[in-house]
T-cell receptor, first 111, second 114 residues
């Protein structure tokens, strides 16, 4: 069983929709949670970073962590065609610095 | 791409040949990483470096070696390439390697082993 599970999609939504992207994990030692965005033929770039449980908002993006359920989410409000990309969740455990990535969810936002 | 370049950007080679990929940074970051990205697996760590001549293995290090003789350069070598090493390879850098420290990724190298 992988430490981090993420549905690869693809997920296709109309412009303006609310998008929900999710990951589940098995290692209860994970404390740092990140979302990376990766455009086609490019390297990943950090989008959101949260520590422990709770919500974090940045513009149209909200990252949510539920440690009791070992479940993290990224919400995108008012989605735009420019949001079309692959979104990877990533996690780091306490005391470590090796990052474990999910497989990525491919998102298409149609104009 | 945060002052990170990778070369070559594309390479096609044959099984059994040696291949070296180069990562060059201009950010003077201490930590450098090599990942491979494959469909269904996401990014997996191959090797990382925490200083000049200081390297360690990641989760998929078999068949790969690395070297770092200067802060700015991190080389990944496939001693004898196999078809299973066909992948997209990403280099990343970070300042202090601590949990939560942002990793910045290069543009990637697409390697095909025939």
């Amino acid at each position: 069983q992988k430490e981090v599970e993420q549905d690869p999609g693809p997920l296709s939504v109309p412009e303006g929709a609310i998008v929900s992207l999710n990951c589940t994990y098995s290692n209860s030692a994970f404390q740092y949670f990140m979302w990376y965005r990766q455009y086609s033929r490019k390297g990943p770039e950090l989008l959101m970073y949260t520590y422990s449980s709770g919500n974090k908002e940045d513009g149209r993006f909200t990252a949510q962590v539920d440690k009791s359920s070992k479940y993290i989410s990224l919400f995108i409000r008012d989605s735009q065609p420019s949001d079309s990309a692959t979104y990877l969740c990533a996690m780091i455990d306490t005391g470590g610095f090796k990052t474990i990535f999910g497989a990525g969810t491919r998102l298409f936002v149609k104009a | 791409d945060a002052g990170i370049t990778q070369s070559p950007r594309h390479k096609v080679t044959e099984t059994g040949t040696p291949v070296t990929l180069r990562c060059h940074q201009t950010e003077n970051h201490r930590y450098m990483y090599w990942y491979r990205q494959d469909p269904g697996h996401g990014l997996r760590l191959i090797h990382y470096s925490y200083g000049v001549k200081d390297t360690d293995k990641g989760e998929v290090s078999d068949g790969y070696s690395v070297s770092r003789s200067k802060t700015e350069d991190f080389l990944l070598t496939l001693e004898s390439a196999t078809s299973s090493q066909t992948s997209v390879y990403f280099c990343a850098i970070s300042g202090d390697g601590l949990a939560g420290d942002t990793q910045y990724f290069g543009p990637g190298t697409r390697l095909t082993v025939l």
